[in-house]
């Protein structure tokens, strides 16, 4: 069949003009977004124009295709969640605090039992059902540090009573549940106002999202009209409004917080308190807290509903450490032998420890350890009377119970623990442990079998026993992450003068001082180098984990759904932090910096050619890629960690990245 040259040359021809006009589409569509955003900034100014403007806007006429099919609830939505979403550290904190043991605080939903005319705490069902009459939508409990406040929070916003006991407060209206648990530990997020009041949001809007344009109007009305969003960001004023507006705008619906560690927010205690009694002002709300007895607190709230909890865990703690103490064979025998001493000594515990979890979780490690080496139950009841009963000398006691050889590499955990900027894991904590400066470097990028990660987190679970008395521990529900036994481990470990000692009575056995960030990025990039990835691992379109309630869920009994393995992301970006962060910004990068960046560029390349990149992901009327190994939009270059590194500024100086970016071009 003879070639038609003609029809060839007009479609080459046809070709060319259209190539010739992809740069005046792009130039175009720039311009369009610019203007946009300059006329939404020139609405924010003259506030007062919304409604005549947006009532003449709907009045005229539009072309089918115009700015109103642009407009989608479902789409508007989505980018207000996507607007929300932080680094997850609620969650993460959440995760952290240990659930209750059986059969424990059951009796907060039991009625006070009155002693001397007067109940021993407000009664928390009857708060929760009642229908509002004299103001009390708020509910305190106070108690000291270590006394289980954050685990009862939990407790209670997980039961199944607490969401029947709501419904009956709630009637036929629409019920919605939210949960904050704040941590001064963790990120800005963690213990900001604005990391609480984003959270909750987020959650809400997670269960019905139709409210989102109560809470941000202006949004809403400007999307309508122009099918997009403002670029300004939404400030901590801004989102504390939203919040208010959409609890007050929407009289229909009912709405239950949980909040835990009001002291431990970034701000002074009178303006954390002073934001919730505004919140409490709607009559559609009910607000649970946990706080310390601090004085701003107690004239916040003391008049309300409240209970003290170390005033009525006595059975709690007793419960709790019967159950402990019966995970031991050995004492499950004396128990048979000698019933009552038995009961005697759970009982001189509870006592002893005056209300406080943590006391009983330092001291039981000491009488387990007495039940393993075959002593009596005489000889754990001297155990525990030598034992101070102040929570500060117990830490001290533990720290002096380390052995001389285990000290010096019991102080570089601490180090890590302190430096990660997450709970590292056991698996990183004992690749950076390695000795051998080369493995780094060396260690092949193939993943470890089930196994051989097993035993690696088994032997440093051992270790973590054996070198750190108890003053670190795994997460929760056999979870393989490390940090502090409690808070009041590290506000004690982190003062000045203990720190120090820390630093300083193991005497160092290298030449060199020892660096946790450089052994954190070690054990980071080893973790990367031999992580079994799932596909949920490896390709994700959330830079966050959240854990919220959905629409289909039950909000008193959903649990957390953060994976326990981290993501290839999260792995990445703690690499590059602690490779920044292992030398000082104002001195010459040191010899083994670029040699790090190489050995993760390689590892990353490695990597992607053996996963292989995701499919690109449309999202709303565009080809923008939300998954970490597309690339920004506006970053061609297509890095596999580049984009994601850039958007959080997590990204070493300017000139290593470039080399970085070098090599892994020229690897592919």
């Known amino acids: 069949m003879p070639l038609d040259t003609h029809a060839y040359r007009k479609h080459r021809e046809q070709q060319t003009r259209l190539g010739s006009q992809v740069p005046l589409v792009q130039s175009t569509t720039a311009q369009n977004h610019g203007n946009g955003q300059r006329f939404l900034r020139c609405l924010q100014k003259n506030k007062q124009y919304y409604?005549?403007?947006?009532?003449?806007?709907?009045?005229?006429p539009m072309p089918s295709g115009g700015v109103h099919?642009?407009?989608?609830?479902?789409?508007?939505?989505?980018?207000?969640?996507?607007?929300?979403?932080s680094d997850g550290a609620a969650q993460s904190r959440e995760d952290r605090i240990p659930d209750a043991c059986d059969e424990t605080f059951e009796w907060i939903f039991q009625e006070p039992q009155p002693e001397q005319q007067r109940p021993t705490w407000a009664s928390f069902s009857d708060w929760l059902r009642r229908q509002d009459s004299d103001g009390q939508r708020m509910y305190w409990i106070t108690g000291k540090a270590g006394a289980g406040k954050s685990t009862l929070v939990k407790f209670l916003s997980r039961h199944r009573a607490t969401q029947g006991l709501c419904h009956e407060w709630a009637g036929n209206a629409r019920l919605l549940y939210a949960r904050f648990y704040c941590s001064s530990g963790s990120s800005n997020s963690g213990s900001s106002r604005e990391g609480l009041v984003r959270t909750l949001l987020y959650q809400l809007l997670r269960q019905y999202q139709h409210l989102a344009a109560t809470a941000f109007p202006d949004r809403w009305e400007m999307f309508c009209l122009l099918g997009m969003q403002p670029d300004s960001p939404m400030t901590e004023?801004?989102?504390?409004?939203?919040?208010?507006?959409?609890?007050?705008?929407?009289p229909d619906t009912r709405f239950v917080f949980f909040v835990d560690g009001l002291d431990e927010f970034g701000e002074s205690p009178d303006t954390v308190a002073a934001f919730f009694q505004k919140l409490a002002l709607s009559p559609n709300i009910k607000i649970c807290l946990s706080s310390r007895p601090w004085g701003n607190f107690k004239k916040s709230y003391g008049l309300g509903p409240t209970l003290c909890l170390e005033e009525l865990n006595y059975p709690d703690i007793a419960q709790f450490a019967q159950s402990r103490l019966e995970e031991s064979a050995d004492f499950t025998h004396l128990c048979r032998q000698s019933p009552k001493q038995a009961q005697a000594l759970v009982e001189a515990i509870a006592e002893k420890a005056s209300g406080v979890f943590v006391w009983v979780e330092l001291m039981l490690r000491p009488?387990?350890?007495?039940?393993?080496?075959?002593?009596r139950l005489s000889d754990l009841q001297r155990r525990l009377d030598g034992a101070p009963g102040d929570l500060d000398q117990m830490f001290q006691r533990a720290l002096d119970s380390i052995e001389p050889e285990r000290a010096e590499h019991a102080s570089q955990i601490f180090q890590m623990v302190r430096a990660a900027r997450a709970p590292p894991s056991l698996l990183c904590l004992s690749f950076a442990g390695e000795e051998d400066p080369h493995l780094p470097y060396e260690h092949p990028v193939e993943p470890l079998t089930e196994e051989q990660e097993e035993a690696r987190a088994d032997q440093m679970r051992r270790r973590l026993y054996s070198h750190c008395k108890g003053l670190l521990a795994t997460t929760p529900r056999g979870g393989s992450d490390v940090d502090y036994l409690h808070r009041t481990v590290r506000d004690y470990l982190h003062r000045g003068s203990v720190w120090h000692h820390l630093l300083t009575s193991p005497a160092p056995t290298a030449p060199t001082a020892f660096n946790p960030h450089l052994a954190l990025a070690h054990g980071f990039l080893l973790v990367l180098k031999s992580a079994r990835l799932s596909q949920s691992q490896w390709h994700f379109h959330r830079l966050d984990h959240h854990s919220s309630i959905s629409d289909d869920e039950d909000p008193a009994t959903t649990t957390t759904t953060a994976a326990n393995t981290p993501t290839f992301s999260a792995l990445l970006l703690s690499t590059i932090h602690h490779i920044t962060a292992s030398s000082s910004p104002s001195s010459p990068p040191p010899h083994y910096y670029h040699a790090l960046l190489a050995a993760l560029a390689h590892a990353t390349h490695a990597l992607v050619r053996r996963e292989g990149h995701c499919p690109q992901q449309q999202h709303h009327n565009s080809t923008r890629p939300r998954c970490w190994c597309r690339g920004a939009a506006d970053h061609p270059d297509d890095g596999p960690f580049l984009a994601l590194a850039i958007q959080l500024q997590l990204l070493p100086k300017k000139a290593a990245v470039d080399a970085v970016i070098a090599m892994m071009m020229n690897e592919a």
Do not use: V
Request: net charge negative.
């Open 237 to 250: 004023q801004y989102l504390q409004q939203g919040l208010e507006r959409m609890i007050k705008s929407n």
């Open 51 to 60: 409604p005549e403007i947006h009532g003449a806007i709907l009045e005229n």
């Open 367 to 375: 009488l387990l350890q007495g039940l393993h080496d075959g002593e």
């Open 69 to 85: 099919a642009l407009s989608s609830g479902n789409e508007f939505e989505t980018d207000i969640l996507s607007a929300l979403a």
